[in-house]
């Protein structure tokens, strides 16, 4: 679960080397290998996305003196 | 990110003996790595996550496993196929497996390391190399 902006732009950074690594096996890999290897990734990447969406959804209250 | 290097005796000793769902699950990730062992293609096994970790009850196992360039899945078993197919891996050996093959580069091989040296709070997590 992401708590602070410094866990909210490593997140990001992840699934963008996540994106990156997938872009890269789409190249590499031929479609049958493609298809069955990247379905572990894409599940991460999705879960990593919903985390975010979850941090952004919410504001916690600010404390004033 | 340096993943630490362990036989499959020293991880058995060191991970797998503790509680009853560590033997579970390593016994799975023996059957796991034998499996890989099969194809003669295997350069590179990692364990990462919660079994790498010092949590008595883990969930799952989850692995990183890097496969020579020329290794397809094609004319595998269904057995050997079932590591490479992620919801029958997930089913039968409760295993998370992230494959790739050494075609697509090392540097697209270390930054995937580096995503599975963090846990989702982006603490520094175990990363173990398994040798036979």
Redesign the interface.
């Known amino acids: 679960m992401i708590q602070n902006a410094e866990q909210l732009h490593q997140a990001e950074a992840d699934i963008q080397k996540l994106w990156s690594f997938l872009e890269h096996a789409r190249h590499t890999h031929a479609s049958a290998d493609y298809e069955q290897l990247s379905k572990p990734y894409l599940l991460q990447i999705q879960d990593r996305q919903q985390e975010i969406l979850d941090y952004l959804a919410t504001k916690p209250e600010t404390l004033h003196a | 990110m340096i993943a630490e290097v362990v036989s499959l005796e020293a991880l058995r000793e060191r991970l797998g003996k503790s509680t009853p769902r560590r033997q579970f699950l390593f016994k799975r990730f023996q059957m796991i790595f034998d499996l890989l062992h099969e194809t003669r293609k295997v350069k590179h096994v990692y364990l990462f996550g919660s079994v790498a970790a010092a949590i008595p009850s883990p969930n799952d196992l989850d692995l990183l496993v890097i496969m020579a360039a020329d290794f397809?899945?094609?004319g595998l078993t269904q057995k050997v196929l079932s590591v490479?197919?992620?919801?029958a891996c997930r089913i039968r050996y409760n295993a998370?497996?992230?494959?790739?093959?050494e075609?697509?580069?090392e540097k697209?091989i270390k930054?995937?390391l580096?995503?599975f040296s963090?846990n989702?709070?982006?603490e520094p997590q175990p990363l173990l190399e398994v040798m036979r």
């Open positions: 397809t899945i094609k490479f197919t992620h919801y998370d497996v992230f494959w790739v093959t075609g697509i580069g697209q930054a995937v580096d995503v963090r989702r709070m982006q």
